[in-house]
């Protein structure tokens, strides 16, 4: 057995951050030279560095990240290795996952882990957020349909929205299906060339807040 660290450090310098959200800031509390101890004050996004997004992220009568069912988040995983077609900007298809993942039956109750190899590219770079690659909608909505326990990757799933573009109802089209079905999102994974080709037992577990949209999460792999 390995456990595999799939998390980023959040708040490590030169992160790619979500416009308009500024990076986390650490502020001491307690220092050794003057306390003899440790301890700080951080203030960052919920939705920054590894974390999962929780239906109310997208639906105002969805579930808060507090009311997340750990089951969902915790399983069996599946890995589908989309490094060859998605590239800058791509949006990956219904096509794209059936050539990869063997048979739709096979989704059903298990945590799929998009690896498009977008993080381990672009993650400390402005691209990050502006070209990544993304769901289509009937992508979206072919994954909720089969019954998928939690959707994992290495980037976000919706196409970066232009820059002013005012907020509408309609915005991140592939979060409001994933989420409003009930399907947590599992963002901003690392490592996943470690988990090709093995078993794995995904671990997802949020900070547990309040009543919030999501929280940063420790995501690890177990695997043989």
Not at 169 to 193: C, M
Request: with cysteine.
């Amino acid at each position: 057995m390995e456990i595999v660290d799939l998390s980023v450090t959040l708040g490590e310098p030169g992160a790619a951050m979500v416009g308009g959200h500024q990076p986390p800031t650490f502020q001491p509390i307690n220092t050794h030279q003057e306390h003899y101890l440790s301890n700080a004050r951080v203030s960052f996004s919920l939705h920054t560095g590894t974390h999962v997004d929780a239906p109310y992220h997208f639906c105002a009568d969805g579930i808060t990240i507090d009311q997340l069912p750990l089951d969902r988040v915790v399983g069996p995983a599946l890995v589908a290795d989309l490094r060859e077609v998605a590239g800058e900007g791509v949006a990956l298809t219904i096509d794209h996952f059936e050539a990869c993942i063997p048979g739709r039956s096979s989704l059903k109750d298990v945590i799929i882990v998009l690896y498009t190899g977008w993080l381990a590219k672009a993650y400390h770079t402005e691209k990050y957020y502006v070209d990544n690659p993304y769901l289509s909608t009937d992508a979206a909505s072919w994954l909720a349909e089969s019954g998928i326990r939690a959707l994992a990757l290495d980037s976000s799933v919706d196409q970066s929205k232009p820059a002013g573009r005012k907020p509408s109802p309609d915005s991140h089209p592939v979060h409001r299906i994933l989420l409003g079905s009930g399907i947590p999102l599992i963002e901003n994974v690392t490592n996943l060339d470690k988990l090709l080709g093995r078993n794995v037992q995904l671990f997802a577990l949020p900070v547990k807040l309040h009543k919030e949209s999501g929280a940063p999460a420790r995501v690890m792999a177990v695997v043989d």
